[in-house]
Structure formats: structure tokens, C-alpha cells
């Protein structure tokens, strides 16, 4: 089966080569993203794999379909890029990664909590440069702070385990509340509520219609002076324009982002030669209590590993026809 690998960087390249070891796909690879400009590439192809910010919408679609594709692996558990009810009338089965590693995002969302809390990435060129002052450079302690984690799946059941061993009161959001915390002693409140007593809050959750804009003007407003905001789940979860706002304001005293609504254009790219224009994102970067990285929460060893070989198990299960639990239906 042959199969056009989008969004591909060297490390994609490896690991999955080495997944397909039997080489059961015969995988070709394009740096470029799946787009209206770029579905043309598909043409003699049986399936695509795709990642965070490759375009799947109905134009896509409806040229794949046109190309004779069959099916799409997505190499990460969202699919909010997908428009699945169109794949479905069009016969193309979608599949994605669900469980490849939660407690990398998870330790990715603490260590930006770290970062900016202890100030590590300021202490660091400050040394560099001879300086050893600390003036500037006091933070908090975590132990008896409300953390407040939004979504309560696989990683934000990581991200909860992570901060009780700091010794923090975690509070947790979810429509579908997990029993089993509730056995343990968590505390599922209302997001009206959570915006009340948090100290910090994290980001663990989906992005569809009702969480678009989670964070906006309006719930900013329900929050604690001084906040603590970590997304690493999907970037239009937050409306930077609000959040922009909120930190002239004060009412943001941190915030953590490792993704961006507007990062497909901008992340897992070198532009460092680049004049970025996008003038939201470069006013973020002035601000001494905001740290951005470019969606490196999954970015780990056992992460690559694990999506790349469920990458070709899902291939392998759609070529032989056998039924899988990890197939997206709308």
C-alpha cells in the first residue's frame, strides 16, 4: 500500500522507517502540509498520514476521494482538523493516535509552570553572562496552590498526578467526570467556579465548537488576579487577543502557551531569518511573564516511537480490513 506521509520532519522519517521494518507501507515522504495547494501529491496514492496542522477540510476531502484515497492516519490523538462527517460520506476512513504518551505533554505543561514561575530561563543567561543577581527572579511555591485542570483524560490525569506530588489542591473540569477521581478525593467543580479559586490553570482538553475560545474576555474576567494560564492541548482553546489584553491588565500574571491559534504557519519551521508577520504573536514574545515553545509538548523519544508504530499498525489494520478501535467516526 502506498502511502503519502505529510508534514514530515527528519525525526517523523526515522521512527517511522524503522516502525515499517517489514516494510509492509511504502511510505513516501513530503515536508510540506496536506492543503488545497498541496493534495495534487496524492495522486497515485492508496492512503495519506497527517499531523496537527495539515488541512482536512471539504476541498481536501473531496480531492482525496477524487485520488482514490482510501484512508487517513493522523499521527496525533486531535482531530479537530478533520472534517470527519465529510470523510465518512466520502468513504474515508480517518484514524488517529490516542494514547502515544500523556505524561510527555503532561511534564511539558509542569516544566512551562516551572519555567515561569522560578524564572529558570531568565536565572539562565543571566549566568552566562556573569550576572548572579536574583533581583527579579522570585517565585512562589507550588505546595498549597489551587491548580485547576481542564479536561481529564489521559493527560490531564498525567498533568494531576504530576502537581499532587507537589503537594497542590487540584481541582478538576470535564463534562464526563472520571469515577475513579472522584473515588480518590478529586473535586470536579463547574468552570465558573474553577475560574474563581484557581492560582493556576491547565489546558487538557479538545478543541471543538464548546471549548473554542475557552479562554476569552468573559471567563478572564471570572479569574483570579494574577493567573496562571498553561495550553498545551490546542491553541485556538485560547484567544490570545483576550489574553493580550489581560496581561497589560495584570489579570494574567503567567502565561504558558506551546501552542498557537495561528501556529501552522509558523511552527516546526525554522524562521529565524524571518520577519514574522503575524504582529499578535510578536507582541506575546515582549512580554517578560509569557513563554512560548513551538508545540514540543509530545516531543519525546517514547512519543516518536509510539505514534510511528501505531501510524503502521493503523495502515496495517486498514489494508487487511480488520476492525480498530482507534477509527474516528463523526
Known amino acids: 500500500m502506498k502511502v503519502a506521509v505529510f508534514s514530515c520532519k527528519p525525526y517523523d522519517k526515522r521512527t517511522l522507517i524503522k516502525a515499517n521494518l517489514d516494510n509492509e507501507m511504502q511510505l513516501q515522504f513530503f515536508e510540506s502540509r496536506l492543503s488545497e495547494e498541496t493534495v495534487s501529491l496524492t495522486v497515485g496514492f492508496d492512503a495519506v498520514s497527517c499531523f496537527v496542522n495539515d488541512q482536512l477540510n471539504t476541498q481536501v476531502l473531496k480531492q482525496l476521494a ?8 493522523l499521527r496525533c490523538a486531535g482531530f479537530n482538523n478533520v472534517d470527519l462527517e465529510v470523510a465518512e460520506k466520502l468513504s474515508i476512513q480517518v484514524f488517529h493516535v490516542p494514547d502515544y504518551s500523556p505524561t510527555s505533554v503532561a511534564e ?6 516551572l519555567s515561569l514561575n522560578r524564572k529558570t530561563h531568565k536565572a539562565y543567561h543571566r549566568v ?5 543577581s536574583l533581583e527579579g527572579l522570585m517565585g512562589f511555591n507550588l505546595s498549597g496552590k489551587t491548580v485547576a485542570c481542564i479536561g481529564t483524560g489521559r493527560i490531564g490525569l498525567a498533568f494531576i498526578k504530576i502537581m499532587q506530588g507537589f503537594g497542590c489542591n487540584v481541582v478538576c473540569y470535564d463534562p464526563f467526570p472520571n469515577p475513579n477521581l472522584i ?4 473535586s470536579y467543580q463547574s468552570l465558573e467556579q474553577i475560574y474563581q479559586v484557581a492560582d493556576i490553570i491547565s489546558l487538557h482538553c479538545p478543541l471543538n465548537k464548546d ?4 479562554i476569552d474576555t468573559q471567563s478572564l474576567a471570572q479569574m483570579k488576579d494574577g493567573v496562571m494560564i498553561i495550553n498545551t492541548s490546542r491553541g485556538a482553546l485560547v484567544n490570545v487577543q483576550s ?3 489581560a496581561l497589560y491588565k495584570g489579570k494574567i500574571g503567567y502565561l ?6 495561528q501556529e501552522g504557519e509558523l511552527f516546526f519551521e525554522d524562521m529565524s531569518d524571518t520577519i514574522i508577520q503575524d504582529s499578535v504573536f510578536q507582541l506575546l514574545l515582549t512580554f517578560p511573564n509569557v513563554m512560548v515553545t513551538g508545540h514540543q509538548g509530545y516531543f519525546t523519544d517514547i512519543a516518536l516511537s509510539h505514534i510511528a508504530q501505531t501510524t503502521i499498525e493503523n495502515l496495517t489494520s486498514f489494508r487487511l ?3 480498530n478501535n482507534r477509527q474516528l467516526t463523526s
Open 66 to 73: 477524487k485520488n482514490k484515497i482510501k484512508s487517513i492516519a
Open 108 to 113: 511539558h505543561a509542569v516544566a512551562l509552570i
Open 128 to 132: 552566562k553572562e556573569g550576572n548572579f
Open 183 to 186: 473515588e480518590q478525593g478529586l
Open 211 to 214: 471549548t473554542q475560545h475557552l
Open 243 to 245: 489574553a493580550v489584553d
Open 256 to 261: 504558558g502557551l506551546d501552542v498557537y491559534e
Open 321 to 323: 480490513g480488520e476492525p
